[in-house]
């Protein structure tokens, strides 16, 4: 999963790979485990739109949070590898096309 990546990006250098990545792996069981058996008392009381519209609410509050909390790792300045930066738009309107 991409999380390790993440958990690699935030935790180089500190020594703590290993125990963040299991403490987020840990989270991920509970958390499938958690959410059949929310859903199923949930289907009970008021049915499989209730238990949906729930668990989907839970996971964009998750979305949301993890968008305003999760900090940029990127140094200032850094692309990818490879990457070749586009010309100006000035410089693409200026320059006649060939062929």
Excluded: C, K
Aim: hydrophobic share 50%.
């Amino acid at each position: 999963m991409l999380f390790v990546l993440v958990v690699a990006d935030l935790t180089r250098g500190t020594g703590r790979f290993n125990i963040t990545n299991g403490a987020i792996s840990t989270a991920t069981g509970i958390g499938a485990a958690l959410s059949n058996a929310i859903s199923g008392v949930i289907v009970q009381a008021v049915g499989y739109n209730g238990a949906f519209l729930t668990l989907a609410g839970i996971a964009a509050l998750a979305a949301l949070w993890f968008g305003l909390m999760m900090p940029e790792t990127r140094e200032n300045g850094a692309t990818a590898p490879g990457h070749v930066p586009a010309p100006p738009p000035s410089r693409l309107l200026a320059e006649p096309r060939s062929g």
